[in-house]
């Protein structure tokens, strides 16, 4: 995209986003995947800072948890909008004939990370195929791991039940561990006096989007206009929350969240700018929130690779490019 275009896109998101703050504000209801955490800072940015406002939107936040279940609710109506995690989620509600639809992906990256212990014969991607202790949550096995065995080679044998409790892992060298690359790797230097080394899956080829925002076909087919509010809204959030004042957002998730602390606030951050989760590739000209026809098939393609789904799904059903690459917010990178 060149420099005048995405410099008329931003022009034309302010425009629109004036005349929108004229009109009676519209309520949405944004369901996360999980509690409050500086991995969704963007949304909360856009809270904070007015910018929903501002698009015509009066937006609540519905935290997620181990006993949510938003994803169902806005599969039936109860939520508008839903923040997703990889695309597998996604081609699956194709698979089952479930109306919903990827409309941006604000992660580029899956912050999905192994870890292992440094000086231990560990140090390389490969060097995890050596290890007879990979613990795996449920969910990691069923997905990523099964990717890994098709492009990599390993073995289902290497795989240990992961309660999601660093201890056993720090206990033992030989161990890795499933992580995401914006917490645990702080979690464990605290509580072990070490950095791990840290391997993001996305950079050896594991091409899936992440934090998605999800609707129902419905919404898309009848109310363009809010879904692409909501967008742009949040995709401007992200921006602000990665290189403006995140302050107000960082003391909304603390409120969601009481046990959030500042340290991990500027850790995830720090680490999602750093790695490149948000913004990086395509949205360096196409704005955060990119998505690609090319990228989508490469990822799906790898799926069918290691057995997820069939060849012959119409996995184009699982998303649209309509509201998204259109520039907004890239003049606001600093």
């Known amino acids: 995209m060149k420099w005048s275009a995405w410099i008329a896109g931003a022009a034309a998101a302010c425009l629109c986003g004036s005349a929108w703050a004229q009109q009676p504000l519209t309520e949405v209801t944004f369901g996360t995947n999980w509690i409050a955490q500086g991995e969704h800072g963007g949304y909360y940015q856009a809270l904070a800072d007015g910018t929903y406002e501002k698009y015509g939107l009066k937006v609540t936040i519905v935290p997620g948890g181990p006993r949510a279940s938003n994803r169902m609710l806005m599969t039936v109506g109860k939520l508008d909008f839903y923040m997703g995690g990889s695309m597998i989620q996604a081609f699956s509600a194709v698979e089952k004939d479930i109306p919903t639809i990827v409309v941006a992906a604000h992660f580029q990256k899956e912050p999905q990370v192994l870890l292992s212990h440094p000086g231990q014969g560990l140090d390389a991607f490969l060097d995890l195929k050596t290890s007879n202790d990979i613990l795996l949550s ?37 161990a890795v561990q499933q992580g995401y690359v914006t917490s645990e790797p702080l979690t464990i230097e605290k509580a072990a006096g070490f950095r791990p080394n840290v391997f993001l899956l996305a950079d050896y080829g594991f091409s899936t989007y992440s934090t998605t925002v999800e609707t129902r076909r419905e919404v898309v087919e009848k109310n363009p206009d809010l ?68 990228r989508m098939k490469d990822f799906f393609d790898k799926m069918v690779k290691a057995g997820l789904f069939k060849p012959d799904l119409d996995y184009r059903k699982a998303y649209t490019l309509r509201f998204v690459n259109k520039g907004v917010g890239l003049n606001l990178k600093r």
């Open 138 to 174: 449920k969910d990691g096995a069923a997905t990523f791991f099964q990717w890994m065995k098709a492009e990599y080679g390993f073995k289902d044998e290497q795989v240990k039940p992961f309660g999601f409790n660093p201890a056993p892992f720090i206990a033992n060298t030989a």
């Open 227 to 294: 879904v692409q509010r909501f967008v742009d809204a949040s995709t401007i959030g992200w921006y602000n929350y990665l290189y403006g004042d995140a302050t107000k957002a960082k003391a909304l998730i603390k409120r969601d969240n009481p046990e959030m602390t500042d340290e991990l606030l500027a850790y995830s951050q720090a680490k999602m700018k750093e790695y490149g989760i948000v913004d990086s590739g395509d949205t360096q000209t196409l704005g955060i929130g990119a998505m690609t026809d090319t």
